[in-house]
């Protein structure tokens, strides 16, 4: 919770609250509530568990400058007091898997964690694994987004940025796939109000 706000959004607020912003105050982020924002993130669910997301969080103007000109000179990349990067590392994933068996099933949970990831993924090649892991890591995007809105802090997820770059800069591995990056911070701007198809546009009962 941030100065401002002694108590948390309820997800409704939280989402009718959210917009993206692009202008932020210029004052770094509490990092406790960094922390609690990136935990929420990942109790977003993942198929079988698995929890292909991994965060970079870069709070350093250098190399939010580096990273801005990544994003072809978006402003919000250093206007941001921090930016979460969010990929999927689906190779990471693999070679760890046991780790994402819940301790109440025990060593047989660890087991058949390791034979389901290598029984579905075992015969495709880095790059269709890599997209279904990051299939995954969105889920905890959109968490992420949502977490820090209830917080109290504001973001703007980003595609728009040449991975290759962002890639080196981080110095993370090839096959990792990005979900977005994320700049967070409190608004300085109020930003564009929400413009949504309606419910009936875009949903078929039967
Ligand atoms: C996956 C994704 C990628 C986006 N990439 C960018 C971006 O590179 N730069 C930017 O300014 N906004 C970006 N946006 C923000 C969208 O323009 C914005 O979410 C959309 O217009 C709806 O507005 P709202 O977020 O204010 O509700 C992106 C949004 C998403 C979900």
Redesign the pocket.
């Known amino acids: 919770m941030t100065a401002t706000q002694t108590k948390d959004l309820s997800v409704a607020e939280a989402i009718e609250t959210?917009?993206?912003i692009?202008k932020f105050v210029q004052e770094p982020m509490d990092q406790g509530d960094l922390h609690e924002i990136l935990r929420l993130a990942g109790l977003a669910p993942s198929a079988w568990n698995f929890q292909t997301w991994r965060f970079a969080v870069v709070q350093n103007p250098e190399l939010q400058a580096k990273l801005q000109e990544a994003?072809y000179g978006?402003g919000?990349v250093t206007s941001a007091p921090a930016v979460i990067v969010v990929y999927s590392d689906m190779e990471d994933t693999i070679a760890t898997v046991e780790e994402t068996a819940h301790p109440g099933m025990g060593e047989e949970g660890r087991a058949g964690q390791r034979k389901t990831i290598e029984g579905a993924f075992g015969g495709q090649d880095v790059a269709q694994r890599g997209q279904w892991g990051l299939s995954q890591a969105n889920i905890a995007f959109g968490f992420l987004m949502l977490a820090a809105r209830s917080k109290g802090y504001d973001t703007?997820?980003?595609?728009?940025?040449n991975p290759q770059a962002v890639k080196e800069l981080l110095g993370l591995p090839d096959h990792v796939q990005f979900a977005?990056l994320l700049p967070i911070g409190k608004r300085a701007e109020n930003?564009?109000s929400?413009?949504r198809h309606s419910v009936e546009r875009v949903t078929k009962f039967y």
Do not use: K
């Open positions: 959210r917009v993206s692009r994003a978006q919000q703007v997820p980003m595609l728009g940025f977005g930003g564009f929400q413009h």
